[in-house]
């Protein structure tokens, strides 16, 4: 198993990319195929005492700013470290890719490079969120790939979900869930009403709207939407979480006697943060591309990048996508029984 | 100063409703004006022991049930507690009107009975959500009135909001963001592209784009979006703070240390508690509606009522209505001096 690692996509590259690397090649036993400035990767590497051993580098002079045009991929920037490893992953010199590197860019590359799986109208991100009940996390799609989209894409994120909870997660027949402004079917505007109709008929375990109030109790394993609500969903769900622990914090640290609590309480909450740690799941995977392609965090460090090529090596070994590709045949089965 | 009450909407009416407008009364010295059947509303009045000075009762004989068609408020249930209500508002029986009744009724019945303020496309709920940051609260506009918005639309909820804020809330030059997936002015669709050009023209102090992460930490005192999106962050804020909750209450109550611990930071939980509880806000104002409407939560009980009731008599007395004409006729007039 071979996992391509864009060495200069993030906020931590090279140095985490490297160290996440050579982590990887230790505990998964995985081949490494690093793509960046060769002399670079390898000076950070000797400066940070990381062993080379089982990782390759192929040399890619430049790197794509995150503030670029997407579209310079494939012209300014079709020599950079994301670009050759989009174009190696096609070439099948490697079995699945990661980057941190920018979203935008990576969507437009992997459409244009690598192509999306045959039938598939667009492809999205999904992350996978941890959650306090059902099965403790739950996949997001699209969480920002794909700001408009029109119901049919809203019914292929639930079968590529579906597909990639069951493979990767073990969650067998995961529930299907649309985010909508309430539960009754006849809720949301025309997309949730279209995405409603075809999520009934398509082979997924389709458990109606679920309100965004009940995903954090784990109401389903996929829920799907447009991507402009899943950047929502995301976003806040960070930022609530995030405000409500700075408030919890204040609490604890107001007198010696909090202080004290705080000690008692100290491993409790510890597992509580691990549990909601979303590195622990590694990066959003960019259901719909033809080849598998992970999308790390922003702010990876290296075990992030680790968990990353890990989840990669799986998505390529267990064949989601030949399951994905399964499910639209499905549909298209059905489609032609209902003609006849 | 006169407030309407819908004394059978929500799920603790009639009992809760009658209490809250005593309170009211006794606590604001305004005056009632209770919707609703007239038996009814005396016989638990008397059963609760609640006096009914300063209370008024117009009669009503059914209430809309809240999986009623949002239509039928003109139609069947014409004389409904909630429509009699609408009738008394805009025939200038009372100053304001307050429900916790059916939303979606709600919307149709103010804009068909008592119509839209003059040059405003769509009302909208507009809730104010405590946060940490910033002045400890924002509003949301639209929460959920409008699935689908036009660029306008949203402007206007800018406009409407920013009068809102200063005037109830007593925060000059309230900051007015738009809720996208990046801060970036490229960012987001059609409707958030052009939204921002039109708030960065309006007549509020518009900082731009805020993406939901930031909304916990008041990053902006309004918060525009559509309703689909709005319903989203509103839900959403609710199930992440409740499943936050849940969890370090378990983790408090492990054992007799944990307990204990729990005792030391009592105080300390309660106040943030205090400080989260949306009802001390009273309910979400139906701005754009040309009479002061409020729609208090349908789980409110008396406290809340009360609560609502007050915010209700000071939109009549700030006259929030005149300052968001003040602000359409800056827009009318600075479109005029462009056109010389």
């Known amino acids: 198993m071979k996992v391509i690692l864009d060495a200069f996509g993030g906020d ?3 140095v985490e990319t490297i160290k996440g690397a050579a982590m990887a090649v230790q505990e998964y036993g995985v081949t490494v195929l690093l793509t960046g400035d060769e002399e670079i990767i390898k000076r950070v590497a000797k400066e940070q005492g990381v062993t ?11 790197v794509i700013p995150v503030c670029a045009e997407s579209t310079s991929i494939t012209k300014e920037y079709a020599d950079s470290s994301l670009a050759v490893g989009l174009k190696l992953l096609v070439e099948g010199k490697g079995d699945a890719f990661v980057t941190a590197g920018s979203s935008g860019a990576l969507v437009v590359g992997a459409t244009l490079i690598v192509k999306r799986i045959k039938g598939i109208k667009r492809a999205g991100f999904a992350p996978v969120i941890p959650c306090v009940g059902g099965n403790g996390k739950y996949m997001l799609m699209d969480s920002g790939a794909n700001i408009d989209c029109r119901p049919e894409m809203l019914m292929q994120f639930g079968i590529m979900g579906s597909a990639y909870m069951n493979k990767i997660m073990g969650i067998s027949n995961p529930k299907i869930g649309l985010i909508n402004v309430g539960v009754e079917e006849s809720k ?9 109709e075809l999520l009934k008929k398509a082979p997924v375990n389709f458990t109606g709207n679920v309100e965004p109030r009940e995903l954090p109790f784990g109401a389903c394993d996929v829920a799907v939407c447009d991507g402009f609500s899943g950047n929502i969903v995301l976003k806040l769900t960070e930022g609530v979480a ?9 609490i604890f640290m107001q007198n010696f006697k909090t202080k004290l609590a705080a000690l008692a309480v100290k491993n409790g909450m510890k597992n509580f943060k691990k549990q909601m740690d979303y590195t622990e799941h590694g990066g959003a995977a960019l259901l719909g591309i033809a080849k598998p392609t992970i999308k790390a965090h922003g702010s990876s ?7 990353a090529i890990r989840q990669a090596a799986s998505f390529a070994q267990l064949d989601v996508i030949g399951e994905i590709e399964k499910g639209l045949q499905e549909i298209k089965n059905s489609a032609q029984e209902t003609v006849k």
């Open 52 to 62: 080379l051993s089982g990782i390759e580098i192929v040399h890619a002079p430049t």
């Open 12 to 14: 931590n590259a090279p």
């Open 188 to 196: 949301g505007g025309e997309l949730q009403l279209g995405a409603y």
């Open 242 to 250: 995030k405000a409500f622990t700075t408030q919890i914090k204040g």
């Open 301 to 307: 460090n290296a075990k992030a990048f680790k968990n």
